[in-house]
């Protein structure tokens, strides 16, 4: 295993944390080693440098070209220091500096394309770490991921199988997204560390009013929380569940005949996937009666859908 340490960067002397434990001395000659290892083209990208210590790997990304960097770093020390190598290089303004530990960090972050890790060695935490990472990457993002000596945290090479955490789909056709639909979809975000709004092509709906691509702007529009994430998929709700490892599915209920449906839907779904739950939320009184269908029914008859629709429709 590579264990990356830290160092002076593009010719810069950068200060240094006292204690092994806290900073690891490196070489020019070895961060050079590093981000031509990886081959990954970090112009313009967004950065995470967790466990920043004195920053160095971030501060090398950002004069490599890099959009931004986030460093997170629980010890109040090594944020300072943070700071201050930032200043040092000029890179303020193209960096933020979040004081937190880093599971609790990535519960609440955005997305990012590459990843610098280097965990405390020997503190089993790199799974955890990992676990709360996947839905903050990026479609083609990339982790570099260090430890201490082989074996001692258990290396995960793939996005794919790194634990179930707490992420929620929101599946339907959303053609259009009611205030019904974002009712449930902000009450689930509540609920899980990550839910994902899958937009999806209903083959027993023909008569679309909106593309998919539409569809998923106008949900756009609407939702900001940072741990929504908008997606589409054209296949079985399932197959989307087992590649991106999520627990559970969300689904409004606004009447018996609503239940019925899905209750169907959700045996179906757990005979094809067993570790799959269902989440049955009841809708608000107000949008009891509010459906897709409706909306689109009053939208052709030139009628007024202020009171059913988001404003910034």
């Avoid at 967004?46 to 210590?53: E, T």
């Avoid at 490599?64 to 040092?88: D, I, M, P, W, Y």
């Avoid at 087992?242 to 959700?266: N, P």
């Amino acid at each position: 295993m590579m264990r990356v340490i830290t160092g002076s960067a593009r010719g810069r002397r950068l200060e240094t944390l006292p204690g092994e434990d806290v900073t690891r001395p490196t070489t020019e000659s070895v961060k050079e080693a590093l981000f031509s290892m990886i081959q990954f083209d970090i112009e313009g990208r967004r950065v995470l440098d967790l466990f920043a210590g004195s920053g160095q790997l971030g501060i090398e990304a950002l004069s490599r070209g890099a959009r931004s960097c986030t460093f997170v770093e629980n010890n109040r020390g090594a944020k300072q220091v943070v700071e201050r190598n930032l200043a040092h290089c000029r890179l303020e303004e193209q960096a933020n500096v979040v004081f937190s530990d880093a599971v609790s960090f990535l519960n609440r972050s955005g997305t990012y394309d590459l990843v610098l890790l280097d965990p405390p060695y020997g503190k089993g935490i790199l799974q955890r770490v990992l676990a709360a990472l996947v839905p903050r990457l990026s479609d083609d993002a990339m982790v570099v991921c260090e430890s201490g000596r082989q074996n001692q945290d258990r290396p995960v090479s793939s996005r794919k199988g790194l634990g179930r955490m707490k992420t929620a789909i929101c599946p339907g056709s959303f053609d259009p997204v009611t205030l019904g639909h974002l009712d449930i979809i902000e009450r689930a975000a509540g609920l899980f560390d990550q839910v994902t709004v899958l937009v999806m092509q209903n083959s027993a709906k023909q008569d679309g009013l909106f593309t998919v691509e539409e569809r998923c702007r106008l949900i756009r529009r609407c939702l900001h929380a940072e741990n929504i994430q908008i997606d589409t998929y054209d296949g079985l709700l399932v197959d989307y569940a087992k590649q991106t490892g999520a627990a559970a599915v969300v689904k409004g209920l606004r009447a018996l005949s609503d239940f019925e449906y899905e209750f169907q839907q959700a045996l179906t779904n757990k005979s094809l996937c067993p570790q799959l739950e269902t989440v049955f939320l009841t809708a608000k009184g107000e949008n009891m009666f509010l459906s897709s269908s409706m909306v689109k029914e009053v939208c052709r008859l030139d009628g007024d859908i202020s009171a059913l629709c988001p404003k910034k429709f």
